[in-house]
C-alpha cells in the first residue's frame, strides 16, 4: 500500500514540479509527511528521511525534465552551472543543519518559505520591474517561438550570493531549490518564463546529484522506498515539460502562485496544530 502511495505522490509531484520548475520536492516533501506521517500510512519514515527521498526523486526529475527542455532549446546553460557554484556549499550546509529540526518545526518554516515565495509571485503584476539586476549584470537575449523579444540578465556575484541561500533552502527542506530560484529569475532578473523553469530544472538536477551525496552520508535515505518515487518522478516530469510548451506564460506563474499558497497554508497548519 505505502509503495503505491509513494508512486502517486511522486507522479504528482514529478508533474507539477517539471511544469512550473520546482522540481517536485515542494509537492513531495509537505504530500508525504501528511500521507505517511500525520495520517500514519508510512510509520518509518521521519522529516529527514523524506527530505531524503525527496532529494534522490529530484535527481531523476530533474535529469527527465531537462532531457525534455534541450528539445525546446529553453536551457540556459551558463547560467545554470553559476547558479550551480553558489548553491553547492549551501547545499551541505542546509543538509547538516536539516537533521536538528523536529516535525512541527520543520512543517512551520517550510510552511512560511512557500507563503513568501507565493506572495512574491502574487504581486509581481502590481510591482515595477527590478531592472537594477538585468542593467548592471550580464545581458541575455531569448527570441520565443512568436518572435518575441526578451531581455534578460544578472550580476554574477549576486547570482552565487543568491543561489547559495538557496542551496541552503534546498538542502534544509529538500525541494531542489526550484521554487525559490524560479521567482527571483522571474522578478530579479527578467529571464522569460519558459525559460526560468527549464534552466531551473537544469539547476535542479545538478544541485540534487550533491544534495543527495550529502543525506546519504547524514543516512537520511529510506532506500526500500526510492524505487516507486523514481519511477513516478520520472515518467511525472516527461509529461510536464511536454504540457509546459503547450500553456502560455501567464497561465504557468498563475499555477506556481496557487500551489505554493496552497502547500504553504497546509505546511504551516500541521506545523502549529
Keep these: 500500500m505505502e509503495y503505491l502511495l509513494l508512486l502517486i505522490i511522486a507522479l504528482c509531484s514529478g508533474i507539477v514540479g517539471s511544469l512550473v520548475g520546482l522540481g517536485g520536492g515542494v509537492i513531495l516533501v509537505p504530500a508525504t509527511l501528511f500521507i505517511g506521517i500525520n495520517l500514519g500510512y508510512i510509520q518509518e519514515l521521519t522529516p529527514q528521511?523524506?527530505?531524503?527521498?525527496?532529494?534522490?526523486?529530484?535527481?531523476?526529475?530533474?535529469?527527465?525534465?531537462?532531457?525534455?527542455?534541450m528539445k525546446s532549446k529553453t536551457v540556459d546553460y551558463k547560467s545554470g552551472f553559476i547558479f550551480f557554484i553558489g548553491s553547492i556549499p549551501g547545499t551541505m550546509l542546509g543538509a547538516w543543519v536539516n537533521q536538528y529540526l523536529d516535525l512541527p518545526s520543520f512543517n512551520l518554516y517550510f510552511g512560511i518559505l512557500l507563503i513568501i515565495l507565493s506572495t512574491l509571485l502574487l504581486v509581481k503584476d502590481k510591482l515595477k520591474p527590478v531592472k537594477w539586476f538585468v542593467e548592471h549584470g550580464t545581458k541575455k537575449q531569448f527570441i520565443d517561438h512568436n518572435g518575441k523579444e526578451y531581455i534578460y540578465g544578472y550580476p554574477i556575484w549576486f547570482a552565487i550570493l543568491l543561489t547559495f541561500v538557496v542551496g541552503f533552502s534546498s538542502g534544509l527542506f529538500g525541494i531542489g531549490g526550484g521554487s525559490m530560484i524560479v521567482p527571483a529569475m522571474l522578478l530579479l532578473f527578467q529571464f522569460p518564463p519558459h525559460v526560468a523553469?527549464?534552466?531551473?530544472?537544469?539547476?535542479?538536477?545538478?544541485?540534487?546529484?550533491?544534495?543527495?551525496?550529502?543525506?546519504?552520508?547524514?543516512?537520511?535515505?529510506?532506500?526500500?522506498?526510492?524505487?516507486?518515487?523514481?519511477?513516478?518522478?520520472?515518467?511525472?516530469?516527461?509529461?510536464?515539460?511536454?504540457?509546459?510548451?503547450?500553456?502560455?506564460?501567464?497561465?504557468?506563474?498563475?499555477?506556481?502562485?496557487?500551489?505554493?499558497?496552497?502547500?504553504?497554508?497546509?505546511?504551516?497548519?500541521?506545523?502549529?496544530?
Excluded at 528521511?49 to 527542455?69: A, D, E, P, Q, R
Design 49 to 69: 528521511s523524506v527530505v531524503g527521498l525527496s532529494v534522490i526523486m529530484m535527481i531523476f526529475t530533474g535529469l527527465s525534465s531537462t532531457l525534455s527542455y
Design 197 to 273: 523553469v527549464a534552466t531551473s530544472m537544469f539547476l535542479v538536477f545538478l544541485s540534487s546529484i550533491v544534495n543527495s551525496a550529502s543525506h546519504i552520508a547524514l543516512g537520511n535515505v529510506p532506500w526500500i522506498y526510492t524505487i516507486p518515487v523514481i519511477i513516478g518522478a520520472y515518467v511525472g516530469a516527461k509529461f510536464g515539460s511536454a504540457l509546459n510548451k503547450k500553456m502560455k506564460s501567464e497561465t504557468l506563474i498563475l499555477v506556481l502562485r496557487i500551489i505554493l499558497l496552497l502547500l504553504g497554508i497546509r505546511s504551516i497548519f500541521d506545523g502549529l496544530f
